[in-house]
């Protein structure tokens, strides 16, 4: 019923930035937390930063003041801005849907950090 597409990973810099998106669709109910979170390689997932449809914001500590997070209920899109890239940003980033105790990924977009 509900699908979430990412785009916008890719291959960048130290110190450069790039924004993801994530574009949701089908039976989306309010109220919801959409979020974005990564995987690096050997680690497990964790949260970078989540916002509710009431635009309330969550963000892991280690990325507070380097990301932020935003979304377009109209359009039901969440962005995350990621500036200021190091290689330990390298990781899937996943995209994430909660609503009514249910949870729903998207198949991740590559992130990849190197000089």
């Known amino acids: 019923q509900v699908q979430l597409v990412e785009s916008g990973g890719g291959l960048v810099q130290p110190g450069g930035s790039l924004r993801l998106s994530c574009a949701a669709s089908?039976?989306?109910?309010?109220?919801?937390?959409m979020g974005w979170y990564r995987q690096a390689p050997g680690k497990q997932r964790e949260l970078v930063a989540d916002?509710?449809?009431?635009?309330?914001?969550n963000y892991a500590e280690s990325v507070k003041g380097r990301v932020t997070i935003s979304r377009d209920n109209a359009k039901n899109t969440v962005y995350l801005q990621m500036n200021s890239l190091k290689p330990e940003n390298t990781a899937v980033y996943y995209c994430n849907l909660k609503v009514i105790a249910l949870n729903f990924w998207g198949q991740g977009t590559q992130v990849a950090v190197s000089s």
């Open positions: 089908g039976s989306i109910f309010s109220p919801n937390t």
């Open positions: 916002i509710t449809s009431s635009g309330s914001t």
